[in-house]
T-cell receptor, first 115, second 114 residues
Framework: TQLLEQSPQFLSIQEGENLTVYCNSS?????LQWYRQEPGEGPVLLVT?????EVKKLKRLTFQFGDARKDSSLHITAAQPGDTGLYLC???????????????FGRGTQLTVWP | DTEVTQTPKHLVMGMTNKKSLKCEQH?????MYWYKQKAKKPPELMFV???????INESVPSRFSPECPNSSLLNLHLHALQPEDSALYLC?????????????FGPGTRLTVT
């Protein structure tokens, strides 16, 4: 069962275009993280959002956490070839009956930005 | 400093070999994780250690054996692997399992089983 549905799976755009990646769930998350991963490397943490309705900006990247903490989006303005990579959303949720937390990953969005 | 280091970067092993993957962090994190990642897929959780004790084993075959010698080190011992075990193995750490879910990943070990 995929707790986090991430879309689109693939995105191929020209330099300068804008794009949005979505991450949706029927579950409520305590926090949601976005990572970017390049081939053969580990995921690099971009941002963590924890409050419903929260918006965070990182240069040309804007991250939003839904009011109900069930969904999130990543918007990139004026994409550049250096933005190419696999973008992963991951939600933190408390396991039932336990304070043990774990991270649930979306399937990822493979972004290619052409010059 | 949010660095997690992993060695080796690449590993090729036969199905009868025994090898180990190593992970180290010096951020004072008390939770450490092993993930397996296939190409174009998200990481899959294998093991979680909290305060040097195994907290989660995601029904991983016994040919993978984790070890946490101290709070900074995490090992994954490999024995009698199968070709389908070829993947990128990622180590991650976080402050804890409850206080923070921010996980910092290492660069991974690319494992090829021949």
């Amino acid at each position: 069962t995929q707790l986090l549905e991430q879309s689109p799976q693939f995105l191929s755009i020209q330099e300068g275009e804008n794009l949005t990646v979505y991450c949706n769930s029927s579950s409520v998350f305590s926090s949601l993280q976005w990572y970017r991963q390049e081939p053969g490397e580990g995921p690099v943490l971009l941002v963590t959002v924890v409050t419903g309705g929260e918006v965070k900006k990182l240069k040309r990247l804007t991250f939003q956490f839904g009011d109900a903490r069930k969904d999130s989006s990543l918007h990139i303005t004026a994409a550049q070839p250096g933005d190419t990579g696999l973008y992963l959303c991951a939600g933190g949720i408390l396991s039932r009956g336990s304070t043990l937390g774990r991270l649930y990953f979306g399937r990822g969005t493979q972004l290619t930005v052409w010059p | 400093d949010t660095e997690v280091t992993q060695t080796p970067k690449h590993l090729v092993m036969g199905m009868t070999n025994k090898k180990s993957l190593k992970c180290e962090q010096h951020m004072g994190h008390r939770a450490m994780y092993w993930y397996k990642q296939k190409a174009k897929k998200p990481p899959e959780l294998m093991f979680v250690y909290s305060y040097e004790k195994l907290s989660i084993n995601e029904s991983v075959p016994s040919r993978f054996s984790p070890e946490c010698p101290n709070s900074s080190l995490l090992n994954l011992h490999l024995h009698a692997l199968q070709p389908e075990d070829s993947a990128l193995y990622l180590c991650a750490s976080s402050q804890g399992l409850v206080t923070s879910y921010e996980q910092y990943f290492g660069p991974g070990t690319r494992l090829t089983v021949t």
